[in-house]
């Protein structure tokens, strides 16, 4: 190999190196992009129409969900301190139902699209920490779909008042998802067994 040649083999590298280092520098702009970005939430939720019974049609993967095989289901009620006693279930692979009960306390009332969820001891659940953040970010004027999600984007779960949803509601709340900065390859499809 000449001089010349290896010269603009040379070039030829480092132009590819430079190329693929902004293509990933671009890459990582646009996620940290979509983190720091404002994530839109409903403009308000009445909280007496919320309350009920949810199934879980889709989430992302969740730590403590692991266990969870099938059926997910998240019942809000009103506790005597006003706040919302938050009850999820699930069946586990070995066909036992566990539950993890915690409270949620609204955020930004009253137009109630922002909660933190604390699933402490009851006892301790007064002190401001180890909260999450549960933001009411898509939800239907009946209330029968919801999109929930969290500014980080890192958790989301679409939930529905029916366990075997519309699946073309379920695609439109799922490509809002994306529209608002949510990486869905990770996505989790809940099955669901009751009809």
């Known amino acids: 190999m000449t001089t010349k040649n290896f ?6 590298i480092a132009k590819i190196t430079v190329g693929g280092a902004v293509l990933l520098g671009l890459g990582a702009a646009t996620m940290a992009y979509a983190d720091t970005k404002p994530l839109p939430t409903v403009e308000r939720v009445e909280l007496d129409k919320y309350l009920g019974s949810w199934y879980e049609v889709a989430r992302k993967p969740l730590q403590f969900q692991n266990k ?7 019942t809000y009620t009103l506790n005597e301190n006003g706040n919302i006693k938050v009850d999820n279930r699930c069946i586990k692979k070995d066909g ?4 993890s009960v915690g409270e949620a306390f609204v955020q930004n009332a009253p137009y109630n699209t922002k909660l ?3 699933f402490l001891p009851e006892a301790i659940r007064w002190i401001p920490i180890a909260r999450g953040d549960y933001w009411v970010l898509k939800l239907d004027d009946n209330y029968q779909t919801v999109l929930v999600g969290e500014p980080k984007r890192k958790y989301m779960w679409v939930l529905s008042r029916t366990p075997q949803p519309d699946q073309a509601v379920v ?4 490509e809002y998802a994306k529209s608002v900065g949510y990486d869905l390859s990770d996505l989790i499809h809940t099955k669901q067994t009751a009809r």
């Open 7 to 12: 010269s603009q083999a040379s070039l030829k």
């Open 68 to 74: 969870c095989d099938r059926d997910v289901t998240a």
């Open 96 to 99: 036992t139902q566990t539950a």
């Open 116 to 118: 933190k969820v604390s």
């Open 171 to 174: 695609n439109e709340y799922l």
